[in-house]
T-cell receptor, first 113, second 117 residues
Framework: GNSVTQMEGPVTLSEEAFLTINCTYT??????LFWYVQYPGEGLQLLLK?????DKGSNKGFEATYRKETTSFHLEKGSVQVSDSAVYFC????????????FGRGTSLIVHP | KAGVTQTPRYLIKTRGQQVTLSCSPI?????VSWYQQTPGQGLQFLFE???????NKGNFPGRFSGRQFSNSRSEMNVSTLELGDSALYLC????????????????FGEGSRLTVL
């Protein structure tokens, strides 16, 4: 079956530091890949997505590249802000099936001033 | 356009009671899915509805049930509440399966936080 593995958190950084959150996946077909973000007290919202190999998703300064050869979709940001403190979820969804996404466990990011 | 709306946002129940949560999807979205989020288990899939039919179900006991109405609004019900049912329940809507441009992206509501005492 499909699975998503994320690095354990929490990740604690100082403001303006570089962020990487690792995500690797296992899928039987050709999935779409997503990063969702959950701010405190809120539901999940889509941060970025990529639908095929070598696609780069980007939003709000965050980027992730769909790497089929390494089955990875690592999230990066060059300079984090305190407002980026949240829980980040990596997920995949396969077309042609039920479309039910498979989520990782989530990685908590804490950014200090 | 309006996002996914969940009600109530917060509720407190006691063991043995039942609870009903409501979800209104984004206009035009006909698929609605439900998730349970807890600190220990993360995000767990409960069920998915499309055209008033349950299409997929996660690994939860029969105390957890749901339904979808003709206007795509959905409700989930938990009967005989247990302490372990305390969680954030998230509803998400999406384009119908197989619909063009459907990449599997979900649009989440803010959730209903249930506390069982």
């Amino acid at each position: 079956g499909n699975s998503v593995t994320q690095m354990e958190g929490p990740v604690t950084l100082s403001e303006e530091a570089f962020l990487t959150i690792n995500c690797t996946y296992t899928a039987t077909g050709y999935p779409s890949l997503f990063w969702y973000v959950q701010y405190p007290g809120e539901g999940l919202q889509l941060l970025l997505k990529a639908t095929k190999a070598d696609d780069k998703g980007s939003n709000k300064g965050f980027e992730a590249t769909y790497r089929k050869e390494t089955t990875s979709f690592h999230l990066e940001k060059g300079s984090v802000q305190v407002s980026d403190s949240a829980v980040y979820f990596c997920a995949l969804s396969e077309a042609g099936g039920s479309y039910i996404p498979t989520f990782g466990r989530g990685t908590s990011l804490i950014v200090h001033p | 356009k309006a996002g996914v709306t969940q009600t109530p946002r917060y509720l407190i129940k006691t063991r043995g009671q039942q609870v009903t949560l409501s979800c209104s999807p984004i206009s035009g979205h006909r698929s609605v899915s439900w998730y349970q989020q807890t600190p220990g288990q993360g995000l767990q899939f409960l069920f998915e509805y499309f055209s008033e039919t349950q299409r997929n179900k996660g690994n939860f006991p029969g105390r957890f049930s749901g339904r979808q109405f003709s206007n795509s609004r959905s409700e989930m019900n938990v009967s005989t509440l247990e302490l372990g049912d305390s969680a954030l329940y998230l509803c998400a809507s999406s384009l119908r399966p197989g619909q063009q441009l459907n990449t599997g992206e979900l649009f989440f509501g803010e959730g209903s936080r249930l506390t069982v005492l």
